[in-house]
Each structure stands twice: as C-alpha cells, then as structure tokens.
C-alpha cells in the first residue's frame, strides 16, 4: 500500500503561484513499484481531469489548459512530487489531487489539497 499526502495549497489572485507537494510513503516494494506521479484537479460542479503526470523516467505530460504555465518535477528519492503552478487564473480553482499509478495497475489517490484563486 502507497499513502499520499498532499500539501501547499491555499488562497492566491490571479496571476499569483502556488507549489504544491506530494509525498509518498509506504514499503519500499511499493514505492519502487510507481511508474507514474502526477496531479488531478476537481472544480466543483465539475469531473476531475489530470493536470499533468510524470514518469519515473522523467517524461512528463500536461493538460493543454496549464502549458507554460504549471511546472511538474519528481524527486525519485525522495517520493515526491511537485507542481508549480505560476500565473493562475480563477478557473485553475480545484481540489488538486496527487496520484500515483504503480506497474501493478494499482492507482492511489490522496485526499486533496484546495487551491482558490481569487481577488
């Protein structure tokens, strides 16, 4: 079992930054074992979508909404993942969420962290 814990958020204006943090813990088995930590986001009223992923390998992908503008990194040893958000809008409002995917097709989830972007 892999938990995930996820901190930074908060409430910023528009054109602000926010990085927000994700841990994972666990054996060690486990946490060998995720090829892929990223972030999700849910705005309310709406589905939760990815915002961007990366590999253990260092490929990383993001939503078309957030190029240019939101930053994924991976400390590998370390367990984390991180993802920079810089000139935000009031529409990246959400309940960001941190995934990890594992090579056994398990999917783990934390339990969000609140970013508000408003004036």
């Known amino acids: 079992q892999v938990q995930l814990v996820e901190s930074g958020g908060g409430l910023v204006q528009p054109g602000g930054s926010l990085r927000l943090s994700c841990v994972a813990s666990?054996?060690?088995?486990?946490?060998?074992?995720?090829?892929?930590m990223g972030w999700y986001r849910q705005a309310p009223e709406k589905e939760r979508e990815l915002v961007a992923t990366?590999?253990?390998?260092?490929?990383?992908s993001y939503a078309d909404s957030v190029k240019g503008r939101f930053t994924i990194s991976r400390d590998n040893a370390q367990n984390t993942v991180y993802l920079q958000m810089n000139s935000l809008k009031p529409e990246d409002t959400a309940v960001y969420y941190c995934?990890?995917?594992?090579?056994?097709?398990?999917?783990?989830w934390g339990k969000g962290t609140l970013v508000t972007v408003s004036s």
């Open positions: 666990g054996s060690r088995f486990s946490l060998n074992s995720l090829n892929v």
């Open positions: 995934n990890a995917y594992s090579q056994w097709r398990v999917n783990y």
């Open positions: 990366k590999t253990s390998g260092g490929s990383a």
